[in-house]
């Protein structure tokens, strides 16, 4: 999606501008091409050497700059731009913009564009929450900028508090969905489940089913880098909350039933990558329970079928992780759950299915027709799922 995009990316004079190097260098690594224009501050930070090192583009540093081929037309970068993500942003630059300033390259730059702008925050605490520039950041929020974080942590400063620059990771995300925007899932709602339900014994133990929420997590931000309105109701997972989209976090299989439940009005696609429990416990000991017996027994009772039970105007996508008879299996799934898709995944492979990165998939649809799916990353899979569903949703209408 960053591929061929221009991006252009102002840096201005926090503490945080050296990881404005890391984040040129992940959109370049990405496909995309960085224009990168820094503030005079930013320069006392780190060096345009640096960033033209990465970017393989000369810095912009100046308007009056003539080894730039921007300073000449200096709202050439504004035309340029697909995206403008000023990272890290002081409270300066903030305040500049709010007012409309235009007395540097970057500020030309933002007030010429047409194109989407992210701020990502980083400043002194009380910076930041001073009314004047929360006021400021209010007034660019309404005019349609983007802004991700600031994130609470240690500061500059030695404090703790608001205003450490967002994790890389989430500005990079951030720029995928303002890109995504107008993708071909705008308007569309779209709920994925993902991780595997714990089902508590007692206060420290549960039964469980093995699954890394990988899968279910490139669904939900592939959909959402298309435009879609994503929400991710996940069991527990070693994954961090993607931004921009609603997160639930769940536990068991009735706390998952009831997100569904709730998440499923108005919504166009149903994907359930979610490893939900086949058994809970019947009853949950309130204590820890002693290990004295040599055996132990637990009386257990089936859990709802999530997927089987929901119906309604949307397309339902299911999983099957089968270790045998693959495509006979998942196929049964699929009629028996009523569904339009299923991705079913051998597991036995060592390159697919838990914890992997790749997946190798065959999706079934209600017709029987089944697509081999080569060895892919799983945030293609999710892409080819979502095609599928996307197709489906256009012949529906
Ligand atoms: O466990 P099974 O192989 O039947 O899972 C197939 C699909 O059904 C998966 O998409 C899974 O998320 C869903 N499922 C569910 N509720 C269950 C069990 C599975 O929604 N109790």
Redesign the pocket.
Known sequence: MLKDKTVVLGVTGSIAAYKAADIASKLVQAGARVEVVMTRAATEFVTPLTFRSITARPTVTGMFDLASEFSIEHVALAEAADLVLIAPATANIIAKLAAGIADDMLCCTVLATKAPIVLAPAMNVNMYHNPVTQENLAKLRSRGFSVVGPAYGRLASGEMGLGRLAEIREILESVRQVLGKRGDLAGKRIVV?AGGTQEPIDPVRHIGNRSSGKMGYAIAQAARDRGAEVVLITAPTALSDPVGMEVVHVQT?LQMREAVVKAIAGAHVLA???????YRPVAQSRSKIKKRADTLSLKLVR???????VEGEFIK??????SEKLVENATE?LHR?NLDL?AANDITAADSGFDADTNRVVLIDAQGRAERLPLLPKSEVADRILDRARGLLAAER
């Open positions: 489940t299989s359930m990558a979610a490893a939900v429990a086949d859990t709802p079928d999530i997927l089987a039970e996508i299911g999983f099957a992780a089968e799934k759950k299923i």
